[in-house]
């Protein structure tokens, strides 16, 4: 997981060069935020992938780029394309299961 604050340049940059880019949007006040980010930590330690977590308050022209409705937001990038997005965290075991689907190669 990546926590330094990262300029929305640097993140589009990594959404083009890279084949998947895991991006988990937050706000601060966000209660449901901080625990949706728990459960990601414990997916992400379980499955071995790491992610780039970003304050939306920094990012509007990412909120408008890729149309996120809320906080928290998990977006899910191949080859530069939006592919997912996660609102509903639900439980661990959902985003073990969206995880595992995105991860593999297709």
Excluded: W
């Excluded at 930590?41 to 379980?46: Q, T």
């Excluded at 996120?68 to 939006?82: K, N, T, V």
């Excluded at 299961?97 to 297709?106: A, T």
């Amino acid at each position: 997981m990546m926590k330094e604050e990262i300029s929305s340049l640097d993140i589009t940059s990594h959404i083009q060069s890279e084949d998947k880019f895991i991006l988990y949007c937050y706000a601060p006040i966000c209660a449901n935020c901080t625990i949706a980010e728990r459960m990601l930590g414990i997916v992400s330690e379980m499955k071995g992938f790491e992610y780039t977590s970003i304050n939306l308050n920094f990012h509007k022209g990412l909120i408008e780029a890729y149309e996120i409705r809320s906080a928290p937001a998990l977006l899910l990038f191949e080859h530069g394309e939006l592919v997912r997005e996660v609102y509903a965290f639900r439980s661990v075991t959902y985003l073990t299961e969206v995880m595992e689907e995105f991860m593999v190669d297709r």
